[in-house]
């Protein structure tokens, strides 16, 4: 609904304004006028800040060091270099999303959506990456994975072309970003062109995936682990319905070798390959690069490929305009993994699970086989073209106008043959598309007065246009295993049957317009003060026009080494004392929330959500099992407050950070339980604060500087600590999901039952004096063989009210320890990172011993994969509880699963040689040149008795589906002409 | 020096003019607002068939409607789902998320939010399109009470004190009390009567409470879908004798059985009873109301049908069905030879299709297998219906109503007419006892699988044979349901249900 005037002015903007620019440029060119330097000298307030947290190192990476370690996403080379990252992967396989926290949440992670709300930006050359976006899950019944490619789009970065990241984490630092830096901002800086040097840069590397061991075992084991249970609490009835494939000990499928990981599990190649060519004159210069990189996870033939393209030009046509434009494009081709539950969930189909996947190697070869018709085509494409042009009107004043689009395209090809289906086939095409057009323009003036004073002020405005839509179609039945490709025009040559035939398509415009100003002070680089204004509109709360949201933010310093008492000072080289302020809002990420109730599509059930007529008549209700929004919902929106200060010492030897941080979230948006009388479940209500405090501490030393021999050791500590300070209406506390949140608590809570044991025999069991009934579960007696669980309030019945909220997803302290070492042209690099008092629920151990209520069921619990056939973790953990009592002995919801997952890794160890000095490179002008040799993730020192203490859910569970993280050993080359 | 001067007034100006409001007028795709919505015929039609959506979706989420009326009853065995068994074995306490399902009316109470949203919003139709006439809207809103009546039905026979909420809420949750069964159920009847005035016999046009075409259905193809005057009848009936209130529950039968040809209704051959196109497709002239999944509509579905638990090889690839009627428990129920449902000959062969494969150690329940797909290989979606009311039953309620009221001939001629239409020989007595056992029996026969049986073990009053429940348990409430905990968390004015706490 955009008239004719708002259309107008967009256009003139996108076109005008540049064009203007390229105008002036032009008849610059006709002129031949002789160019000043580059324009940086009149710089905005907000470049200003910019170049000051240049030198803060807690939240830099040194690039160079950084691109010999193979990781192909951004956060995982943050992690242990970078305080304020709380990383969380839920398996080792590459290209699956993960999920970045930084300075620590407030979402409540209760379902497949939660994550979404919590990512921080990725922001590349100043343009917001556009990311998927989570309405896909709504016509999906399971939200294990979203679908589509679901590739983690972070992976397309390509860090050889990249000069620097920064993690911008004080909102004084990232405002300029509106609403986007809710969660924090990863900006990423890409290297500009080379004028008058004509360079060239190849990077090279070949490794291998190392696979790690599996112990694997057979029907036998399982056997002798059920045979305890059955020997000791089964009826004659239980034992005559004893599951057939583990009966036969002769039968050599489930009792002969279990030699299934070799099939499985294999070593793999890794390669990455860069090459960048930059030159030019002052005038106009360039940059070109092409890069791939292919990385393999070591289980289940997976792997992601990526591969990338840039151009960059930068042009100065006249004095005082500088005009860059940059086009980059990735794409990126998954190999996922081929899990049962990933297929059935996509299928929304179960079949008959009653016989699981053998554990030999020879009867799965037929599985295999017939999985060779299997095609699973994941592509994302990404594009993103910009230009800015900065003009210095005058050596005070700058323009500066950014415009940029942003692609990307994703794809997801997937087709199950009927042999390995029950006879079914399965095809579902999944098309999405994301655009982002995104421009800012600005206009700044900067002065100083008396060589003391330094004003700067600056004005601009921002606009961004989002569109996400999607095509999925799904279909069943499919004439044979050939034909791939879905037809139902009328019922002439069909492929498939037309009622087997689902189609969706969706989309969402979210739209923002932005204004702000800045200005800032500085006193001889000793004291200054910045304060950003700006007022940002969404389009996503649409009532009685738009939702304007003002957000102020400050910043300001005090340089006490320029002061007088520490100016002559031989011991303190740098101390910088900074603090500020900042307060954004955050735009709901779905179109619903400012209209009111409203009507939509809502007449499935468990299992079939998404049939959307009655006797074929089209239906619209009220969003029963949605929630009800009503009227008058307001932007929940973020406090941060920073102080931190910088130190170095004894010649920068010693480098010291320390930053405290309290950020409170507020009027946030949740729902609320409300009276199931009215058909809803709940509602959505502003009003839950989180506040989210917490230290942050890199320390940095040159311990050892000798001519040869340097050794800097540093350490990065972080902490952070939540509590949910106030909820919507009057609640104390929400229950969602077998998850509990209590105001004064943290939201990263478990909620469990207390186990303290068994119970032996029926006497065992207490009974109430009072009424004389024994102790129960939600009213089922307990009998021997049940757990023993704590009776917190005393009434003797164990129910919810008896769970303790205990344990954190989180870590209560993270962080890295490195060690850098260099010897002549040798440098030694290695890494841990460490993250301590953190916890996980063993749920993969609590599904082994939950079997009878798993075995061959018809649900998503019933499914087996081939890693069942694996040994984890401590079966003398457990008691041998009876694991068919009704009280559900085996939940993973008590304390009984609740492991320590605190653990120190090694995960980057490189040794690099520097051949630049070497008189046979010299010679030919080859300025730099190294080798290097790099191991990742090379041992892990955990208490955790799981496989790896680092893969956990969203939830904290530790389901047995993340793939190990293999270790890696790369050679490589980094050349520079 | 001209140039920059117009280049930066050109700026400035775009750097206003730009930041225009309209861009941010976006609307949403997937809600229609409250503004937009009650403004055409077609509006109202979506609304009330939502009532009906959401209906179908309360009965068959993880088989409820099955759950409720027949797990209890004791006539299934369960081979593994240990869910299903905590029910078979009275255990509702017992802690599965399927039983959490089942112990929540929250979807209930949205097929009556939505027929009170309805009652409250049609009348603006009828105001916004001249098309949508006041017969129209009559006819709507009988459709949609007698939904809701139905729903109230379901909440007090399975949970018996429930809140009684009979207005749109607006966005204001008051938290409300529990309302005894007596009331709920005087609602429900009053709800029904009154329905059953303004709705046809059938929707083909000839009867002066629906004329023309009803939003373009045929007759055929609303047969059996929605509320007619017999459904309305029938719940009222219903209702009458879980009231006690026999003389009612005669008079409403009798209002159905006697103008069956108004509606067109008869008993089904036994065939027709098992086949896949027969009564359990659910639309029929047998079937007096039923709940429709048809697939030719894409409304067929995986789950929710209780074919997902019956069906075993050779009809799906399962070896053993999660529930099945014992051998024995099949000889005693089906006892008289020559049933044309099932019965054994003296040779050992079986006759009738209500069991498939008699001589495995779990016979197969093969009454209702109405699959989406008839060819190989099989695809385990469903499109049988939920049958709710059906010309039999209704018969067999009659005959119990007329015992009750001492009309022992007329019991005794509709019990046989059912009899008679599953072969069985002519049942005649002068106890009126032995004739209401007959009846007692007869409706386990023909309605096994239909979930009627725990209904009527409660309304027989003999619950106490079937099940471990005693007298004591009995009048403490466990016939009921206990409400879950999640629903009771959300209302501090509930009660959880004596027996159950």
Sequence with gaps: MQNCYSLFSRKLLAIALPLSFLMLAVEGFAQDVKVAGRTDTVGSAIDTLAKFSDKRKISDLNISKAIQTPFSNVVQLLQGNVTGLDYRRSTGEPGVPSSTLIRGTSTWFINGKSSYYAQPTYVIDGIPMIVEHPFAFDIKPYDYERIGPNTDISSIIDLNDVASIRVLKNYGESAKYGPLAANGVIEITTKRPYANQGKVLFNTYFGLSQKGSASTVNGAFENDFRMQFYNKYASPALKANYPIYLSDASQPAYFGAANWDELYYSNNYITGNSFSISGGKQRANFSFGVGQQKEAGTADKTGLDRYNVFLKINILPIKDLEIYTNLSGALLNRKRNQSLLSRFTEEEYLPDLTTPLPPNKDQLNVFYGNSEKLSDVNKNAYLQGQLIAKYNVSDKIQIRSLSAMVVGDNTREYFVPASINEGNSFISYYTGFNRRVYMDNSISYANTLSGAHRISVALGQTLRYDKYKYDYTKAYRGPSDFIKVIKTNGYQNNTFDPTMVSTYKDYINQNMTSFYGSIGYNYQEKYGIDVMLRTDGSSTLYQNGTSWFFSPSANAYWNLTKEDFLQSSKLINNLKLYTGYGRIGRTFLDNNNGYGPGYTVDIGWSGSQNIPSYAGIPTLSLPFSKGYTGFGVTTPYTEQLNLGFELSMLNNRINANIELYSKADKNLAIQIPVPSEYGFNNRLLNGMNVRNQGIELSLTALLVHTKDFQWSPGVTIQTNRNKLIALPGNATSIISNNRKITIGKPIDNYWLLQNEGIYNSDAEVPVNPGTGKKLSYNGIPLTAGDPKWKDTNQDFVIDDQDKILKGHISPILSGGFSNNFSYKNFSLNVLFSYALGRDIINSEMANRFDFANREGVDKLSGIKEITFWSKTGDYTKYPLYNPWSSVNPYQADQTLFLENGSYAKLRSATLSYDLSNAAWFKKRKISGIRVYATGNNLFTITNYSGTDPELVNYMGYDTGYGMPIPRTYTIGLNLTL | ?501
């Design chain 2, 1 to 501: 020096m001209k140039t920059k001067l117009l280049f930066i007034i050109t700026g400035l100006l775009l750097l206003c003019g730009a930041g225009c409001k309209k861009a941010l007028d976006v609307n949403t795709t997937s809600l229609v607002t409250d503004d937009q919505m009650w403004k055409v015929k077609n509006d109202a039609r979506s609304a009330v068939f939502a009532t009906y959506g959401l209906l179908r979706a309360a009965l068959s989420n993880e088989n409820a409607f099955f759950a409720y009326g027949e797990l209890r009853g004791g006539d299934f065995k369960v081979s593994s789902r240990q869910d299903i068994s905590a029910v078979t074995k009275q255990d509702l306490n017992a802690d599965y998320g399927s039983m959490a399902e089942w112990k929540d009316w929250r979807r209930f109470y949205a097929v009556i939010a939505q027929a009170n949203l309805c009652i409250e919003k049609l009348p603006l139709v009828t105001q916004n399109d001249f098309r949508y006439r006041q017969e129209d809207l009559k006819l709507d809103l009988a459709n949609v009470r007698f939904i809701r009546a139905l729903s109230y039905f379901y909440l007090a026979r399975i949970w018996g004190k429930v809140p009684l909420i009979n207005s749109a809420a607006e966005g204001d949750f008051a938290e409300k009390p529990q309302a005894s069964e007596a009331d709920v159920l005087a609602f429900a009847a009053s709800e029904a009567t009154a329905a059953a005035i303004d709705l046809p016999w059938r929707y083909n046009g000839l009867w002066p409470e629906q004329q023309g075409m009803y939003y373009g259905q045929t007759d055929i193809q609303l047969q059996s879908i929605i509320a007619t005057k017999a459904a309305a009848y029938a719940l009222a009936a219903h209702v009458a004798a879980w009231q006690g209130d026999y003389a009612t529950a005669e008079k409403n039968c009798r209002l159905v059985v006697d103008n069956n040809s108004n509606g067109g209704y008869n008993t089904a051959a036994t065939s027709n009873l098992t086949s896949p196109n027969g009564v359990f497709s659910g639309q029929g002239y047998s079937v007096i109301f039923s709940i429709n999944f048809a697939a030719k509509n894409q409304e067929a579905s995986i789950k929710g049908h209780v074919e997902d638990w019956t069906l075993s090889e050779p009809f799906i690839p399962k070896k053993t069905a999660d529930i099945y009627v014992p051998k024995d428990s099949i000889t005693k129920i089906f006892n008289e030879p020559n049933d044309a449902r099932f019965s054994l000959a003296a040779d050992g062969s079986t006759v009738g299709d209500y069991f498939t494969n008699f001589s495995n150690a779990a016979p197969m329940f093969s009454k209702i297998r109405n699959l989406s797909v008839s060819q190989i290989p099989v695809f385990k979606s469903y499109q049988s219906a939920i049958v709710i009311f059906r010309f039999e039953e209704i018969l067999l309620l009659r005959a119990e109503a007329a015992i009750f009221l001492n009309f022992r001939s007329d019991a005794l001629a509709n019990l046989n007419k059912v009899r008679t239409a599953r072969n069985l020989s002519e049942f005649s007595s002068t106890d009126n006892k032995v004739v209401l056992e007959a009846i007692f029996k007869e409706r386990r026969r023909e309605l096994l699988g239909e979930g009627w049986r725990w209904y009527d073990l409660i309304r027989f009053k003999r619950v106490k044979e079937f099940s471990k429940l005693t007298d004591a348990d009995i009048a403490n409430g466990a016939t009921r349901w206990p409400v879950s905990k999640v629903v009771l968390g959300n209302n501090s004015k509930l009660v959880q249900n004596n027996f159950w706490h």
